[in-house]
């Protein structure tokens, strides 16, 4: 970076910046002017403040913990961010540094290298495992309920929980709630990389698509769910007990558990000629 075209005699002095990986940033063990490279998981260009009204995106380098890393645009707008779309992989020099905890890249140099990418596959986290630094920026899974507790917690924020402890949903890109989508005791799967901000790790989902409602869906059931859009294996239905032996005298048609009755009249003596097995 320092190459000086009137030099006639190389005095050692050339510098270069390092290729790291995300990893290796997040870990801190690359610091200074760096360029990596990592797939575009997320585009976010309106903010709720944290990154002051300016556009980022997510990128990541394979899978596990610490292999994504938030970027940030000196601005509003797709132009702010290069015009990346996810898919994209892209190349990015900068410095990475961190406002109260969050980690990014802040105005980098983006170059994209190629469209249309794998994203990498979500990891699946407990509603819990998602408050740690370590999936930070990555793209990550969870299911849980919604529950008095979690069905708002201000700010347009939400959450839901397995049992292990809430996981907090964001707006920045997707307002849930505005939208009117959240429903206390329901279930929900929502995929998207995580945020952090005010003191809190996040989910960010990027559109409507990354929050699933699951639930059952078989008009029949009785608990039937006509918002799920995905089933979960959870429908029940009405007991009704009788012969479910087609072949049986008493067979009854609407029963769905066998009790026992079943009756099959025939011959029952193995010598005789007209011996009915059944």
């Known amino acids: 970076i320092n190459y000086d075209e009137n030099a006639t005699v190389d005095d050692g002095s050339c510098l270069f910046i390092p290729t790291v990986t995300i ?123 919604v529950t008095a507790a979690t069905a708002s917690f201000g700010f347009g924020e939400w959450g839901v929980t397995d049992g292990s402890g809430a996981a907090r949903i964001n707006d920045r890109a997707y307002d849930a709630l505005d939208a009117g989508v959240v429903e206390e005791g329901a279930t929900y799967r929502v995929t998207c990389p995580i945020g952090f901000a005010y003191g809190n790790w996040k989910f960010e989902p990027r559109d409507s698509t990354d929050i699933v409602r699951l639930g059952c869906t078989d008009e029949t059931a009785l608990n039937y769910d006509a918002a799920a859009q995905e089933d979960d294996g959870s429908c029940q239905f009405q007991v009704v007990e009788g012969c479910t032996n087609p072949d049986a005298d008493n067979f009854n048609a609407e029963a769905n558990v066998d009790d026992g009755s079943c009756v099959v009249t025939g011959c029952d003596d193995v010598t005789a000629l007209n011996y009915d097995a059944t």
């Open 23 to 145: 990893q290796e940033i997040r870990s801190g063990e690359a610091t200074g002017l760096v360029t990596t490279t990592g797939v575009v998981t997320g585009v976010y260009l309106t903010d709720d403040g944290s990154f002051n009204g300016e556009s980022s995106f997510t990128i990541q380098n394979g899978t596990g913990a610490l292999s994504g890393i938030w970027v940030r645009g000196p601005g509003s707008g797709a132009d702010a961010i290069g015009n990346v779309q996810v898919g994209d992989e892209v190349e990015l020099t900068g410095t990475p540094g961190s406002n109260f905890g969050h980690e990014f890249i802040p105005n980098p140099t983006i170059t994209i290298l190629s469209s249309g990418n794998p994203l990498p596959a979500p990891q699946v986290l407990a509603t819990n495992e998602a408050n740690s630094e370590d999936w930070e920026s990555v793209l990550c899974t969870t299911t849980g309920e």
